[in-house]
T-cell receptor
Framework: NAGVTQTPKFQVLKTGQSMTLQCAQDMNHNSMYWYRQDPGMGLRLIYYSASEGTTDKGEVPNGYNVSRLNKREFSLRLESAAPSQTSVYFC??????????????FGAGSRLTVL | EDQVTQSPEALRLQEGESSSLNCSYTVSGLRGLFWYRQDPGKGPEFLFTLYSAGEEKEKERLKATLTKKESFLHITAPKPEDSATYLCAVRSGYSTLTFGKGTMLLVSP
C-alpha cells in the first residue's frame, strides 16, 4: 500500500523555468492538498481539492496552479519559477475535508531549488 | 484567523528524561486539534486527534491532552527513536488545517 506518492523527490530549476509536481494517492481519498514547508514558517497550504473536479486556493497560492486530474491524482504547476519558491513541497490526502477527523496522509516531499 | 504557537522551538532531552511540548491555539470553534510527527526528510505522520477540553489520548510513550487554550504532548521516558519534529495543527469550522511551526525534539542516549 503506497499511500501518497510524489514525484520528483528533488528538482533544481533556473528562474523562469516551469515544472509540474505530480502526486497520486491509492487510498480512495476524496480530498487532496499541496503544502510548502519553509524553515521557521511551518506548513502552509497552497491549494487544495475537496473532491474530484474542484480546486480552491489556500494561504499562499500566488505563482502556482493545480489540476485535479482524477480522484487519484493532483498536480502542482509552477509556470515561471522564482527563487522565493525554493521550498519542500508536500502533497497530502484525506478521506473527506468536511469530516470531523480529516486526518491527512502526507507524501515524502519534493525538494525544489530555484536558482 | 486561526493561530497556533508551539513551544519550545527545540528541546534536548536525555534518554528517560520526561518532558512536555506545548501547543497554544486561537480558533473560533475548535473542530479538532491534531498532533503529527515528522522525521528528517519525510512527510508528517499522524499521531492524535483531540476534539474537546479534557480529552486525552495515548500511544506508547506519548500522551496528548487538551484544554480550551492549549494542548500538551507529554513524553514519558523518551528513547532516541522519539527524536523528531512534532507538529500541532487545528481545524475550525469547515476550514483546512492551520499548522504550528513545530518543536524539534532530540533525545540523546
Amino acid at each position: 500500500n503506497a499511500g501518497v506518492t510524489q514525484t520528483p523527490k528533488f528538482q533544481v530549476l533556473k528562474t523562469g523555468q516551469s515544472m509540474t509536481l505530480q502526486c497520486a494517492q491509492d487510498m480512495n481519498h476524496n480530498s487532496m492538498y499541496w503544502y510548502r514547508q519553509d524553515p521557521g514558517m511551518g506548513l502552509r497550504l497552497i491549494y487544495y481539492s475537496a473532491s474530484e473536479g474542484t480546486t480552491d486556493k489556500g494561504e499562499v497560492p500566488n505563482g502556482y496552479n493545480v489540476s485535479r486530474l482524477n480522484k487519484r491524482e493532483f498536480s502542482l504547476r509552477l509556470e515561471s519559477a522564482a527563487p522565493s519558491q525554493t521550498s519542500v513541497y508536500f502533497c497530502a490526502s484525506s478521506r473527506d475535508r468536511n469530516s470531523g477527523a480529516n486526518v491527512l496522509t502526507f507524501g515524502a516531499g519534493s525538494r525544489l531549488t530555484v536558482l | 484567523e486561526d493561530q497556533v504557537t508551539q513551544s519550545p522551538e527545540a528541546l534536548r532531552l536525555q534518554e528517560g528524561e520526561s518532558s512536555s511540548l506545548n501547543c497554544s491555539y486561537t480558533v473560533s470553534g475548535l473542530r479538532g486539534l491534531f498532533w503529527y510527527r515528522q522525521d528528517p526528510g519525510k512527510g508528517p505522520e499522524f499521531l492524535f486527534t483531540l476534539y474537546s477540553a479534557g480529552e486525552e489520548k495515548e500511544k506508547e510513550r506519548l500522551k496528548a491532552t487538551l484544554t480550551k487554550k492549549e494542548s500538551f504532548l507529554h513524553i514519558t521516558a523518551p528513547k532516541p527513536e522519539d527524536s523528531a519534529t512534532y507538529l500541532c495543527a487545528v481545524r475550525s469550522g469547515y476550514s483546512t488545517l492551520t499548522f504550528g511551526k513545530g518543536t524539534m525534539l532530540l533525545v540523546s542516549p
